[in-house]
């Protein structure tokens, strides 16, 4: 039995979350969250939350912040805070949209402004969750809305002997399961995504690590590395093309 994860929140509404994440370590598609919130307490357990599902996870405490993040940085998913000290979540909604952002947005929204919800779907958003809610129904969400945003509907991607399941983020190699760290399982996610193309190194580290993570200047070689290892003999090769990126290949 796994451990579940507790992540209690000292905060005067008492705001608890609770994961009992069956895949801890392990995101079940990769991918980078933005969360705005500017409740400092709730915002650091979501974010211990999103990391421990294997995402790659900023925050922004304001609008005009998320609205520069969003500008500069690669996300896949918003979540999004209403109740924010400068302009409302609705505004910054509104302007992502406006802009022409189809970044997949998750509205969170106090339960007793039942309207929210309606007003924040009409404007654009993907789905709500009412505070305060329950961790497991946050990562449901936004897997679903993940899964959305690939636009990949089948979960499980075949590269000659290698299979990747990234509902349940596993992967194996003629039937072996690999044992992938949260990192490595990032780097495999993409580059199965785009099996048989090149992805360049920035983009890879962009959608792999986020702001504040501490990224020296071999990280990914490392993960690759380890990758190639786990794939051998059996799987498919990761190339370095010099001065272009990576490429996941069947042999
Ligand atoms: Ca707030």
């Known amino acids: 039995m796994r451990e579940r994860l507790v992540a209690r929140l000292s905060h005067p509404r008492n705001y608890v979350i609770r994961s009992a994440c069956s ?29 421990a599902a ?11 912040e998320a609205l520069f993040l969003v500008d500069s940085e690669p996300f896949n998913l918003i979540i999004l805070d209403i109740g924010l000290p400068d302009i409302s979540g609705f505004d910054v909604l509104k302007r992502l949209r406006a802009r022409g952002c189809k970044i997949p947005l998750l509205v969170l929204t106090a339960r007793d402004h039942v309207t929210d919800r309606v007003k924040g779907l009409d404007l654009g958003a993907d789905d709500y969750l009412l505070k305060p809610f329950d961790a497991d129904e946050l990562a449901a969400r936004a897997r679903a809305l993940l899964r959305r945003d690939h636009g990949d509907p089948s979960p499980v991607v ?14 194996e190699v003629c039937g072996r399961p690999l044992q992938l760290r949260p990192r490595e399982w990032a780097v495999l996610d993409r ?3 785009k099996a048989g193309e090149v992805i360049t190194k920035e983009r890879l580290i962009s959608e792999v690590f986020s702001y504040d993570d501490a ?7 490392v993960h690759i590395a380890r990758l190639r290892k786990k794939l051998e003999p059996d799987g498919p090769t990761i190339k370095t093309l010099r001065g272009l990126g ?6």
Not at 215 to 221: C, D, F, I, K, R
Request: net charge negative; with cysteine; hydrophobic share 50%.
């Open 23 to 51: 895949c801890e370590g392990k995101g079940a598609t990769m991918a980078r969250i933005l969360l705005v919130e500017d409740d400092a307490a709730l915002a650091r357990g979501i974010v211990a939350l999103l990391k």
């Open 54 to 64: 294997g995402y790659a996870a900023d925050t922004a405490k304001n609008g005009e």
């Open 158 to 171: 075949v590269i000659g002997n290698l299979m990747v399941d990234r509902v349940h983020a596993s992967a």
């Open 191 to 193: 580059l199965a995504a």
């Open 215 to 221: 990224v020296g200047p071999n990280a990914l070689e």
């Open 246 to 251: 990576y490429m996941l290949k069947a042999e």
